[in-house]
């Protein structure tokens, strides 16, 4: 899918500021970075800016910062592994206004090539809201500091932040461009063309807890695809819906209805939607969620006990959906089969994972859980595309329009 926006190839930014959205959303433990994923990902954008000869601002979130600025959502840890990542000095402007007298100081220092980051965009707060509330003040004073800006921030992008969206009403103002970075324009290659032109049979997956979460890509994908494939908690709301007892399995009774519907739905376009034909049962939710001492016992879809709780698909399923994908041209995935965090409750997540490696289909992985799946289990290199954005790549799959992208200017 070409997306009709202005890119990083078609602005010159010779000796210009340009402001960068990126999403150095990462994960933290003890102030370490455990999976730099998306810093790796931002490079190729940063390193054409710098080539170029452009002055770049960095900006990003950090988690959610529920209680206000704190060290422990600094992005100091983003600066520093960024510099080792690019080989050259990313200076910190670690001033919690993000903003403000610092920044714009250390922007008046730059020369071509250099590269700055600031302090988390939600430290300020009002970056959380729309950009035509409040979050407009901030929008205008990182527009302030830049030309040009450059969203490159697909796993923020369906939030119409001021640092998302909202600064490019005020760089527009003043004669500057919005585009969109490299990143972005993969990412939306990857997924646009797998829901919009797919090479088939297209073959989608989606698993993970609740159906509350997935009741539009779900309606969506069944419209595309030509298998549906459901696993995870949310199979559970189905199984419901045919009409079997599910124990004390994860169940959405509000959903039920809905699940019917969409059963429904492919019956009638002569699509395939897959159901879990046996699970494996637990007694209780693991707790740590990784604690290997649990039984569990394996039974038919329909005969789930009512003490037990299922918690992975099956190996009958499983030999299902690996036989479901291996015909595929195209496969998406959206969601783990069972409690992957568990070894003991991981079979499902992995076998699927594995099928997918060994497809001659274009693969294609949401991010979030998924993408930490297939991260922790291995098959990451087998993989097609492993998209950065989680909420982001369900928005985009459900068909809606991303406010990081839409904001960018037409070419
Ligand atoms: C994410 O990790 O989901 C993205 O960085 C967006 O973060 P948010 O869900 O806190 O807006
Ligand atoms: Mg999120």
Redesign the pocket.
């Known amino acids: 899918m070409s997306l009709n926006k202005k890119s990083v190839d078609d602005i010159n930014v010779k000796g210009r500021r340009v402001l960068v959205r990126c999403?150095f959303?990462v994960p933290l433990k003890n102030g370490e970075i455990t999976d730099e994923t998306?810093i790796v990902a931002a490079l190729p954008t940063i390193k054409k800016l710098v080539k170029d000869g452009g002055k770049v601002i960095l900006c990003s979130?950090l988690?959610?910062v529920k209680n206000g600025p704190n060290e422990g959502e600094s992005l100091a840890p983003v600066a520093k592994r960024l510099s080792e990542k690019l080989g050259k000095d990313v200076k910190f402007i670690s001033d919690y206004n993000v903003t403000g007298a610092t920044a714009t100081g250390a922007v008046e220092a730059m020369k071509e090539g250099d590269v700055i980051l600031l302090q988390n965009t939600r430290f300020r707060g009002k970056e959380e809201t729309k950009p035509e509330e409040a979050g407009d003040a901030f929008a205008k004073e990182l527009a302030d500091l830049a030309d040009d800006y450059v969203c490159d921030?697909f796993?923020?992008a369906?939030?119409a932040h001021a640092s998302v969206a909202g600064v490019t009403k005020f760089i527009k103002e003043k004669g500057g461009n919005n585009a969109v970075g490299y990143l972005m324009q993969k990412e939306i290659d990857f997924l646009g063309n797998a829901v919009e032109n797919p090479v088939r049979p297209f073959v989608a997956i989606l698993g993970g807890a609740k159906v509350a979460d997935k009741l539009n890509v779900i309606n969506t994908l069944l419209d595309k695809c030509d298998t549906l494939i459901i696993g995870g908690g949310m199979a559970y709301t189905f199984l419901k819906a045919k009409g079997y007892e599910v124990g004390k399995s994860l169940l959405d009774e509000s959903k039920v209805e809905y699940c019917k519907e969409m059963m429904e739905k492919a019956e009638k376009a002569g699509k395939k939607l897959l159901l879990p034909v046996d699970t494996v049962c637990i007694d209780s939710f693991p707790d740590p969620i990784d604690n290997p001492n649990i039984e569990t016992t394996v039974v038919d879809a329909d005969k789930i006990p009512s003490n037990k709780e299922g918690a992975d698909i099956g190996p009958k399923t499983i030999e299902l959906y690996a036989e479901a994908v291996k015909s595929a041209k195209t496969v998406v995935w959206n969601g783990p089969m069972g409690v992957f965090e568990n070894p003991v409750l991981a079979a499902g997540t992995e076998e699927v994972a594995k099928a997918l490696s060994e497809t001659t289909a274009t693969t294609i992985i949401g991010?979030?859980d998924s993408a930490a799946a297939v991260n922790q289990l291995g098959y990451a290199d087998k993989m097609s595309h492993i998209s950065t954005?989680?909420?982001?790549s369900l928005e985009f799959l459900e068909g809606k329009k991303l406010p990081g992208v839409y904001a960018a200017d037409d070419k």
């Open positions: 999403d959303n998306r979130h988690g959610k921030a796993g923020s369906h939030r991010g979030g954005g989680g909420g982001a």
